[in-house]
């Protein structure tokens, strides 16, 4: 790593050594260098992404510093799965807070290796620096796929389904019950939720067997219905899903209940990061069986039309109404 | 972008139609999608490499934003010189502190496009985010080198000569001049000093030439002798260097004076962004050929030897005692 500015005087060598363990893979030459290598096999290019966690905002100071990496890394690796990527390596800046110490370097430094593994990806290299402001960490994850194979936003086409992987709406009810809204929800159903705010499942398993069947594809970050009216907007056609198939796990139905608007709070809370995608309905059974190879729940939740926007349609087939910010409606 | 939560709402269409038109390459989908795109020509592999800037940390906040924008762009692309590489495009994190506003981030974006133009770069994506604290940018950027020919830090031989292009020192000056140290300095060197400080030139030219000549490289953002020192370790070499030969302007003279005090404060000051490396003395004139190529001056400063660390000669060929923070005296 880069150290281009001390952090405590003296300390830049005890991060290096904390650090050096990730750097498993021959192009990352040991963090010894300004640069880091990376090659691709004949007939692949490359998916890049990047991603950026500041403290107060997409995370607290009193997370497991654990939790904190792997959620910097996960929600890159989930971009590279939405794109039917394979994870190569990544880079990692980390602007240091004052508050931060060797122990809590270490702990994040576990939390890194131990996704290194679970996920098989090393850490390529990065810069580390100091702040005066909040702990800033951006990850760039790299990955690759067949030339010309990467799941694009906008190849969505009238007639295709739609399909989500896991449950919607658990990181939003997590997010809540961390705020205090914790209701009727019971001790399991809280540490559930919690625990799928704080470390999403990048479905790479998924997103792998997905280039030749899905025509469109992305994670869920802002929300359902956002995510899906990004791929109406690009795609040029319109999304329509039916409420009561989305996806809900009973912890989030014991927190919100089994309304249609407990499910639409859960499709516009964000930070999923299950994969939305959309295949031709003659590929159904083949992506079915790829979901079944992958261990992965997807479900069908509507489909592809001609128009603009997503519309959402109650059990009765009626069209609901929908308000939140950062949801374009049409 | 990716745009994981809201800035200020409604603005991340602003920002983004200030940045899409900076997204040239094919491969960035018009910032439209979740991750990029990035081809390699066969027998090429791709050189990686990320830094940060942190506002009170590296840059003020009421520097020009074209010129932060720009420092943030060639530190990276200085690091793809210092190892032979061609620059491909760049990912760019921006955690945008409250007291940016759309005027600054105009300004911002146009640093970056005149750069673009400058060293045939493009935007490729990355991702936008709100922090209460400093304005915090990091860039990846990706460069291709001709598999195995990416210079590294570890190839110095004793034997090899050691060469250093354009001045050092000067945005050592430059800095010193902004904090008040302008003694007799006129406004000219002054200007010239502050110039190099915020607008490093990354040696692309002279940098994509030496793959088949140089045998160690980098790019010197530390100090000079601190970062030869980081060569010789990696080398497993020692290093001297004749302080009388190293380069410095007039300008920095001005300011600093003749002694070999002065060039010793120049070689520690650290944000040159000048290429530090080595060849095999059989190369001289090849070497001082790609330079005259490139149209970069370069200047032999010293030779590499069987030991450890570097040692400082003055001009009666007597060791000079270095003491500076971040230099590995040995």
């Known amino acids: 790593m880069d150290k281009t500015h001390a952090f405590r005087p003296g300390e830049f060598a005890m991060i290096d050594r904390i650090f050096a363990p990730l750097a498993t893979s021959p192009g990352a ?23 950026t966690l500041v403290e107060g905002v997409h995370f607290f100071r009193d997370d ?22 394979e994870p190569l390596g990544y880079l990692l800046t980390l602007s240091l807070a004052p508050w931060i110490d060797e122990d809590w370097l270490k702990s994040f430094a576990n939390g890194l290796g131990a996704d290194q593994m679970e996920f098989g990806i090393a850490l390529l290299g990065g810069d580390t620096t100091a702040t005066p402001g909040p702990l ?12 010309g194979m990467m799941i694009r936003r906008g190849g969505a086409r009238p007639g295709d389904l739609v399909f989500v992987s896991g449950t919607i709406g658990d990181a939003g009810g997590g997010l809540a019950v961390l705020k205090g809204e914790a209701a009727d929800a019971s001790p399991s159903a809280r540490e559930v939720l919690i ?3 704080r470390r999403p499942t990048p479905r790479l398993g998924l997103g792998r067997l997905l280039p030749p069947l899905a025509s469109a594809s992305l994670d869920v970050s802002d929300g359902l219905l956002a995510d899906l009216a990004h791929i109406a907007e690009v795609s040029a056609v319109g999304i329509v899903i039916e409420v009561g198939s989305i996806p809900l796990t009973p912890s989030l139905r ?59 349609l109650d059990r009765a087939g009626n069209r609901l109404p929908v308000e939140k910010s950062g949801f374009t409606h049409f």
């Open 254 to 312: 014991e927190l919100w209940g089994n309304s249609d608007e407990a499910v639409i709070r859960a499709a516009t809370a964000g930070d999923d990061y299950e994969l939305a995608f959309t295949a031709p309905a003659i590929l159904r059974e083949r992506v079915v069986a790829a979901a079944e190879a992958a261990g992965v729940s997807i479900t069908e939740i509507g489909r592809v039309q001609a128009g603009s926007g997503v519309l959402l």
């Open 195 to 197: 625990g799928r705010y």
């Open 64 to 85: 497991p510093p654990e939790l904190i990496a792997q959620k910097a890394l996960r929600v890159n690796l989930s971009d590279l799965a939405a794109k039917g990527a």
């Open 136 to 147: 800033t960490l951006s990850i760039t994850a790299m990955g690759s796929v067949g030339l």
């Open 29 to 51: 030459l040991g963090l010894t260098d300004d640069a880091a290598l990376v090659a691709l096999k004949p007939g692949q290019e490359m998916v890049v992404t990047a991603d």
